[in-house]
């Protein structure tokens, strides 16, 4: 197969401005080639913009997305809560443990008075500080018991006692444990108040 040199490949037509036997060509670049380092170099570009602009613009939105979240998750909103908190069961047994008064939230205060009591140097002051302390626990335990029991009963006879999910007794007890204003999700009831 023979190539017919009659017509030039579009290749071969000499680019403007270069020379041929000294004379210029009309048409050329007016400039040399670039290398391929320099081409290679020229179009780099990082995969991701690294601009103070670009991070700063990125840390402003991430933190308005936080802030939301947690809004969301005080208030509430089930898009908002971690998989532990989400459910018609979870938020009945928030409400019902919210709506009632529980020793629990006074353990925390409890021990800073006990540990406030250590300071005087009178050892029996010390002493039945720390069996007081130990008292009240067993009185808290006993009321996380009666809660759990009672949110158990109050769930099945809302929901069905076939359709109850595990662990609503253990999710009550921790909350009655909370003081009220520390609790994630925030109460949605008033004390007195108990969820239908």
Same mark, same amino acid.
């Given at each position: 197969?023979?190539?017919?040199?009659? $017509?030039?490949?579009s290749?071969? !037509? =000499?680019?403007?401005?270069?020379?041929?036997?000294?004379?210029? /060509?009309?048409?050329?670049?007016?400039?040399?080639?670039?290398?391929? $380092?320099?081409?290679?170099?020229?179009?780099?570009? =990082?995969?991701?913009?690294?601009?103070?602009?670009?991070?700063?613009? &990125?840390?402003?939105?991430?933190?308005?997305q936080r802030?939301?979240?947690?809004?969301?998750?005080?208030?509430?909103?089930p *898009?908002?809560?971690?998989?532990?908190?989400?459910? @018609? &069961?979870? *938020?009945f047994?928030?409400?019902?443990?919210?709506?009632?008064?529980?020793?629990?939230?006074?353990?925390?205060?409890?021990?800073?008075? !006990? /540990?406030?009591?250590? +300071?005087?140097p009178?050892?029996?002051?010390?002493?039945?500080?720390?069996?007081?302390?130990?008292?009240? /626990? +067993?009185? !808290?335990?006993?009321?996380?018991?009666?809660?759990? /029991?009672?949110?158990?009963?109050?769930?099945?006879?809302?929901?069905? @006692?076939?359709?109850?999910?595990?662990?609503?007794?253990?999710? $009550?007890?921790m909350?009655? !444990?909370?003081?009220?204003?520390?609790?994630?999700?925030?109460?949605q009831? *008033?004390?007195?108040?108990?969820?239908?």
């Amino acid at each position: 197969m023979a190539k017919n040199s009659a $017509a030039p490949a579009s290749n071969d !037509v =000499p680019s403007e401005g270069t020379t041929l036997n000294g004379a210029p /060509i009309p048409g050329g670049k007016g400039r040399a080639t670039p290398s391929r $380092a320099e081409q290679e170099a020229a179009r780099k570009r =990082p995969l991701v913009p690294d601009t103070k602009e670009a991070k700063a613009r &990125q840390r402003a939105e991430l933190q308005t997305q936080r802030e939301k979240a947690r809004v969301g998750m005080a208030a509430g909103d089930p *898009k908002y809560l971690p998989a532990r908190d989400q459910g @018609a &069961q979870r *938020k009945f047994v928030r409400d019902y443990v919210d709506g009632g008064w529980h020793l629990g939230e006074a353990v925390m205060p409890a021990m800073v008075v !006990v /540990i406030l009591a250590t +300071f005087i140097p009178l050892r029996d002051v010390q002493f039945y500080s720390f069996v007081a302390l130990w008292i009240f /626990i +067993f009185f !808290v335990i006993g009321d996380m018991v009666l809660t759990s /029991i009672m949110v158990k009963r109050a769930v099945k006879a809302k929901f069905g @006692a076939d359709k109850i999910e595990k662990g609503l007794g253990w999710y $009550a007890a921790m909350r009655t !444990v909370q003081m009220r204003f520390l609790r994630l999700p925030k109460p949605q009831v *008033k004390r007195g108040q108990r969820p239908v």
